[in-house]
């Protein structure tokens, strides 16, 4: 069951250019849940994530958008069988996002890898991640006093604990993107 959202939450944090809506039409494929949030709550779009792009094209559906089978025989390189009706979803920092139309559930292809890191139950769990890392950014961006990297430690330590009341996936791996996130910021590398 998705996490609910309320948009204005997603609006507030990221703006009004910051959020992608599917149109529904468009999202039929996927199951009514995640059809619904999309459409109906969107996504959040920054530097960290870029939601599935070119959603005006009116022949656009995730059937037409190129699938992650299609990408990885673009590039020569092979698709675990598992994952040949998973579509793209966007793009992280480093590595493609993949959603699988049945469950819903979000997976992450690092850059030049051809393996795939759980990343998120659903797109609820996804958009509140990036909810926790935006805000979380206002706090930590500009930390000149911080030699010890203290309070960047205790930012990220309090970041990932958000991340993972609602879904756990995001930091249970350490080839996940979540896991790299928090570690750069305990270190000082972000902001």
């Known amino acids: 069951m998705l996490a609910q959202i309320p948009p204005q939450d997603?609006?507030?944090?990221?703006?009004l250019t910051g959020v992608v809506y599917y149109p529904s039409s468009r999202v039929s494929t996927l199951d009514q849940e995640t059809s619904a949030f999309l459409s109906g709550t969107g996504l959040p779009a920054n530097e960290t994530f870029a939601p599935l792009a070119d959603l005006t094209d009116p022949n656009l559906t995730f059937s037409t958008v190129p699938s992650l089978k299609a990408e990885f025989e673009r590039h020569s390189a092979d698709l675990p069988p598992e994952c040949a009706e998973w579509e793209i979803l966007?793009?992280?920092?480093?590595?493609?996002?993949a959603i699988d139309p049945a469950s819903g559930k979000i997976y992450g292809f690092p850059e030049g890898e051809e393996y795939y890191v759980p990343l998120h139950v659903d797109v609820s769990s996804l958009?509140?991640?990036?909810?926790?890392?935006?805000?979380?950014?206002?706090?930590?961006?500009?930390?000149?006093?911080?030699p010890e990297y203290t309070t960047h430690t205790a930012i990220a330590e309090r970041m990932t604990a958000e991340v993972s009341?609602?879904?756990?996936?995001?930091?249970?791996?350490?080839?996940?993107?979540?896991?790299?996130?928090?570690?750069?910021i305990a270190m000082g590398m972000w902001g």
């Open 127 to 146: 958009t509140h991640s990036l909810i926790v890392l935006e805000k979380g950014k206002r706090e930590f961006k500009g930390l000149r006093d911080d």
């Open 10 to 15: 997603i609006l507030d944090t990221f703006g």
């Open 90 to 97: 966007g793009q992280f920092l480093c590595s493609t996002v």
């Open 165 to 184: 009341a609602i879904d756990e996936t995001p930091l249970s791996t350490t080839e996940s993107e979540w896991t790299r996130i928090f570690e750069e």
